[in-house]
């Protein structure tokens, strides 16, 4: 039975591929600072495979290296990390802070870097096989989406988010040229509007997307689970759009 991390796996596109993976049989330990809702979600997940919560903050290096060696521990393999956790300010570029900055691209893009770091080294080098996948955004593509107000608000997904996840992109590349010859692979997804908490209260505009709805979290699970799927091998340092067609409207 294989096992797999998720991190962001309370609510939203996190929890939607805890229960996709759940469903196709995974072991699952499932990391979130928010610890009431990351419990509800275990709880949901019942049946004969297990939902293991874990309270990590993934900007921290010691607790994301804690967490790989409880599951290696436990599970006595790690075959699959999803990276999720993230956030997102959405301030104008003349209104955001330093903290602001610092919490989107410490949590998007160096989360994600020491979570792939911990898993491959050394537990899915020595195993000689492993599948990461890392949740970036189209706005990190385009520069951010949604609306945008003369004085630069109205909902536009925040400079730091827009780095940062442009940020995850080339990451999720660079890992995947080094850790192919290990049987490893690393591949990313670049969600669009996706009803979440997250984008709950903004405005999209969605007439000149070729797919004229909003995504869910559903969408962006069967796209994580078919990039896990073993005979997929050969797919590597791709950033799978899950946005409706946005990218090329």
Known sequence: MKTAIITGAARGIGQSIAKRLYDAGYQLVLADVLEEDLHNTARELTGQTMAVPKVVDVREPSLVK??????????????????????????????????????????NMTGTFLMCQAAIFPYMKQQGHGRIVNIASVSGKLGGIGPV???????????????????????????????????????????????????QGHKYQMEDVPVQRWGTPEDVAGAAEFLLREENSFITGTCLNVDGGLVLA
Request: aromatic share 8%; hydrophobic share 40%.
């Open 149 to 199: 107000n003369q004085d630069g608000s109205g909902g536009r997904s925040g400079i730091a988010y827009a780095a940062s996840k442009a940020g995850v992109i080339n990451l999720t590349r660079w890992i995947a040229r080094e850790v192919g010859k290990w049987g490893i692979t690393c591949n990313s997804i670049a969600p669009g509007p996706i009803a979440t908490e997250m984008t």
């Open 66 to 107: 804690e967490l790989m060696a409880e599951t290696f521990q436990q599970f006595g393999e790690i075959n699959a990390v999803v990276n999720v956790a993230g956030t997102c300010h959405r301030e104008s570029f003349e209104d955001t802070t330093i903290e602001a900055w610092r919490m989107d691209v410490d949590t």
